[in-house]
T-cell receptor, first 113, second 114 residues
Framework: GNSVTQMEGPVTLSEEAFLTINCTYT??????LFWYVQYPGEGLQLLLK?????DKGSNKGFEATYRKETTSFHLEKGSVQVSDSAVYFC????????????FGGGTRVLVKP | DGGITQSPKYLFRKEGQNVTLSCEQN?????MYWYRQDPGQGLRLIYY???????QKGDIAEGYSVSREKKESFPLTVTSAQKNPTAFYLC?????????????FGPGTRLTVL
């Protein structure tokens, strides 16, 4: 079946540091890939997505590139802020699974001033 | 403003009681979903509905029930058969279930069994 593996947290950074959260996946065919962000006590918000190989999703300074050869979709941001402290989820949807979302376990990021 | 609303934000239940969580959307989306989130874990799919009057079980449907009588509404009932119901419940919707369709989430309901 489909699965998503992302690095365990927490990841603790200083403000203006570079952030990378690794995400790899297993899926049949060509899934769509997503990054969602969850702030404390809230629901999930879509951060970015990519629907085909080599696509780059970007939003709010975050980027991720769909790498089919390495089955990866790593999230990066060049200079984090305290307000980026949240839990980040990598997810995929695949046609073979009815396009339902499969989530990774989430990575908690804490940015200190 | 268009969006998804869930109520209540916090819910307390005694063991042996059924409880219904509300989810409403005004995005004109066909598909709706219910997820469960446990501390420090990802989301697991409980039920989903692609269209009014139709719904399917997700990965962890046992002890839960749903209905989809209106396009805007997808309530979830947590029954007494659910052995460990304390969790954070998230409702979501999407235009459809085509590849790449984005799911939009509500703010969640935190259920605690006393």
């Amino acid at each position: 079946g489909n699965s998503v593996t992302q690095m365990e947290g927490p990841v603790t950074l200083s403000e203006e540091a570079f952030l990378t959260i690794n995400c790899t996946y297993t899926a049949t065919g060509y899934p769509s890939l997503f990054w969602y962000v969850q702030y404390p006590g809230e629901g999930l918000q879509l951060l970015l997505k990519a629907t085909k190989a080599d696509d780059k999703g970007s939003n709010k300074g975050f980027e991720a590139t769909y790498r089919k050869e390495t089955t990866s979709f790593h999230l990066e941001k060049g200079s984090v802020q305290v307000s980026d402290s949240a839990v980040y989820f990598c997810a995929l949807s695949a046609k073979a699974a009815g396009n339902k979302l499969t989530f990774g376990g989430g990575t908690r990021v804490l940015v200190k001033p | 403003d268009g969006g998804i609303t869930q109520s209540p934000k916090y819910l307390f239940r005694k063991e042996g009681q059924n409880v219904t969580l509300s989810c409403e959307q005004n995005l004109n989306h066909d598909a709706m979903y219910w997820y469960r989130q446990d501390p420090g874990q990802g989301l697991r799919l409980i039920y989903y509905s692609q269209i009014v009057n139709d719904f399917q079980k997700g990965d962890i449907a046992e002890g839960y029930s749903v209905s989809r009588e209106k396009k805007e509404s997808f309530p979830l009932t947590v029954t007494s058969a659910q052995k460990n119901p304390t969790a954070f419940y998230l409702c979501a919707s999407s235009i459809g279930m085509a590849g790449g369709d984005t799911q939009y989430f509500g703010p969640g309901t935190r259920l605690t069994v006393l």
